[in-house]
Nanobody, 122 residues
Framework: VQLQASGGGLVQPGGSLRLSCAAS????????IGWFRQAPGKEREGVSC????????YYADSVKGRFTVSRDIAKNTVYLQMNSLKPEDTAVYYC????????????????WGQGTLVTVSS
């Protein structure tokens, strides 16, 4: 599976962005997608996930109520809608895929997208 992440950019605090993760070579029904982020000087953390089989979702406490993960099966794309962005959301965001999952999140990642930078600053 190949993943292409896009949609990052510079946004003011309180603003919104929508990230996209386009998959090729496979169908999303077979894969669970996770969104991760890594801020400068920090470890990578899981942000949100969507199960390929039933569409169930997971959100980290830090983004719950602000971020929404969704998918368009026809476009083979998973989205991460990010609202009410905060400076602490600044990071490189990655999507990742696996056919294995625990709960709604992928494990034993098979493929990573290239990352897209989100900067929240006034």
């Amino acid at each position: 599976v190949q993943l292409q992440a896009s949609g990052g950019g510079l946004v003011q605090p309180g603003g919104s962005l929508r990230l996209s993760c386009a998959a090729s070579g496979v169908t999303l029904d077979d894969y669970t997608i996770g969104w991760f982020r890594q801020a400068p000087g920090k470890e990578r953390e899981g942000v949100s996930c969507m199960s390929g089989s039933d569409g169930s979702t997971y959100y980290a406490d830090s983004v719950k109520g602000r971020f929404t993960v969704s998918r368009d099966i026809a476009k083979n794309t998973v989205y991460l809608q990010m609202n009410s962005l905060k400076p602490e959301d600044t990071a490189v965001y990655y999507c990742a895929a696996s056919r294995l999952l625990i709960g709604s999140c992928p494990v034993r990642i098979e493929s990573w997208g290239q990352g897209t930078l989100v900067t929240v600053s006034s």
